[in-house]
Structure formats: structure tokens, C-alpha cells
């Protein structure tokens, strides 16, 4: 099996082309591919396949098995996988996810995809969405205790789930022991992806980033672009910001008609061949 691994802002995965062959059992696969130490290693596994309603269509795999619906990092890479391998000779992309069709437009510098922008669809912040049970219809800066401590939370779809939390400092977090407490709260019947934000400036976010399934990623780009919905709901920033992660940084813009847009980085590290 060949395979290219590739990362947006450090958030990192195993990409594998299926649009002639589909992978059997990708659960089983994606797990043995993502650890870092027996495996390639990586946050999951992505599944590039033939679409009947986009021009490519995006699997991904959490390092733990469990399918997700969308990867804002991911999907990047898919539009450079596509366009460097050439799959396609087209800039401007739609990908369908398990979160409907994603419309990229590719940045090329000499003749390889350098920067993608995604339009990520809308935000839902409904309960239901989430979903996020015993809060009422909608749950955007709500007190929460969660792992012994208060919080103010904001609670926001963007095809996966996310939970805002508000923290002066993200660098002393012991965010492995407080990450598991959010994923498997009961009022998460589905877990959820969790950012720890810190508001810089009106222009600009500092997170770090709990993933359900994956632990601590270097980045997320849906909980990036989750996290400047919440600030902008809750009145800490405008409508377009910087978002800094450990991996790099995102350019997240809420415009005007509801849809989010993000701008970032895709990168190749390296390719190989596997026998599985």
C-alpha cells in the first residue's frame, strides 16, 4: 500500500488514494497506521475516494478508529494531494465530506499547492447540533462544571463538535488530565472536541486543542474556526482573526452571509509503501 503523510499546522495524518481500489477495513488500518511508535504515526488516516456528487471525496479515521465527519487540516491536504499527484488539474475543488461538500480554492506556488482556503460552510451553535443534552436549546457562554473547576462554555457544530472554554494561559494547562474530563462528559452523549482559548486581542487567538479520539493535536482547523465563531458570539474579537496553534497559524474569517472561511497551510512530509 502506498501512502503519503502529510500535516496543516502539525495536525497530521496518513493519506491513501482509493479512487481505483478502496481500503478494506480502514477501522483496523488507521489505528496500526497512527501509532507513532509501531506505525507511521499520525492523528488518524484520510481516504482519498471517487464522489458522485464532488469532484473527490474525504475519509478520515481518528487514531483510535472511530470515522469523524470532517477535518479542517485534513482537507487542506486533500486539495494538495489532488492537485501535486495530479488527480486534477483544477484550483478551485469540492470535496465531499460526512459533513456535506466543502468548496477549496489552491494557492500554487511553482506548480505545488502551497496554501488552501476552505469555505467551511455555516456554524450551528442549536443543542441539537452538538449535540448537548440538559442545557437548553442553544448552550453560548454558559457557566459548567467540569473536572472540579468553573467555566464558560460555548458549544458550536461545524460538521463536528465543539466545546469553547475561555483560560488566561494555555501554556500551563494540564490539558491531558482536563481533555478526557470534557470528551466523555454525559452531556456529551457523542464526546466532543474541546478548545482551550485564550483571547490575545480582538484580532487574535491563542488555543490548544482536545480532540475526541486522538487526544491533544498540534491543530484542528474546525475547532479553529469554532472557536472564532464562539469569541465573535460572545463579543471577545471581530469577524476575521488569526488563530494561533502549536502546529501554526490559521486565518479564520466569518463573513457576512453566515459562512466561515479558512486559510492555511498544507504541507507534505513524506511517501512511502506499506505491506499491511
Given amino acids: 500500500m502506498k501512502f503519503t503523510k502529510m ?5 497530521d495524518y496518513v493519506y491513501i488514494d482509493c479512487t481505483k481500489t478502496p481500503l478494506p477495513d480502514p477501522e483496523h488500518t488507521a489505528i496500526a497506521l497512527s501509532d507513532r511508535h509501531f506505525g507511521i504515526g499520525g492523528d488518524g488516516i484520510i481516504l482519498i475516494c471517487p464522489s458522485q456528487t464532488g469532484d473527490f471525496r474525504m475519509a478520515m ?19 494538495k494531494f489532488v492537485y501535486d499527484k495530479g488527480l486534477t488539474d483544477k484550483t478551485d475543488l469540492t470535496i465531499e465530506t460526512k459533513s456535506g461538500l466543502k468548496h477549496l480554492k489552491l494557492e500554487v506556488e511553482h506548480g505545488l499547492v502551497a496554501r488552501v482556503r476552505v469555505d467551511m460552510g455555516k456554524a450551528d451553535w442549536s443543542a441539537a447540533a452538538i449535540p448537548v443534552v440538559g442545557m437548553g436549546d442553544s ?22 463538535p465543539h466545546a469553547i472554554v475561555w ?3 494555555v501554556d500551563s494547562l494540564p490539558l491531558e488530565e482536563l ?9 456529551f452523549p457523542e464526546r466532543i472536541n474541546t478548545e482551550f482559548v485564550h483571547v490575545i486581542d480582538e484580532n487574535t487567538l491563542e488555543l490548544r486543542v482536545w ?3 486522538s487526544g491533544e493535536t498540534l491543530a484542528c482547523g474546525t475547532g479553529a474556526c469554532a472557536s472564532t465563531v464562539a469569541a465573535y458570539l460572545n463579543h471577545r474579537t471581530g469577524a476575521k482573526v488569526k488563530v494561533l496553534l502549536r502546529g ?22 513524506f511517501e512511502g509503501e506499506l505491506t499491511l
Fill in 248 to 269: 501554526g497559524t490559521l486565518e479564520i474569517e466569518l463573513a457576512e452571509d453566515g459562512h466561515v472561511y479558512m486559510t492555511g497551510p498544507a504541507c507534505t512530509v
Fill in 7 to 11: 500535516h496543516g499546522c502539525g495536525n
Fill in 61 to 79: 479515521y481518528n487514531a483510535d478508529g472511530s470515522e469523524g465527519n470532517m477535518c479542517g487540516n485534513g482537507i487542506r491536504c486533500v486539495g
Fill in 211 to 213: 480532540e475526541r479520539g
Fill in 179 to 187: 481533555g478526557p474530563h470534557f470528551e466523555h462528559h454525559p452531556m
Fill in 139 to 160: 448552550v453560548v457562554g454558559r457557566p459548567v462544571d467540569i473536572a472540579g473547576q468553573h467555566w464558560e462554555m460555548t458549544c458550536v457544530s461545524m460538521g463536528n
Fill in 167 to 169: 483560560v488566561d494561559d
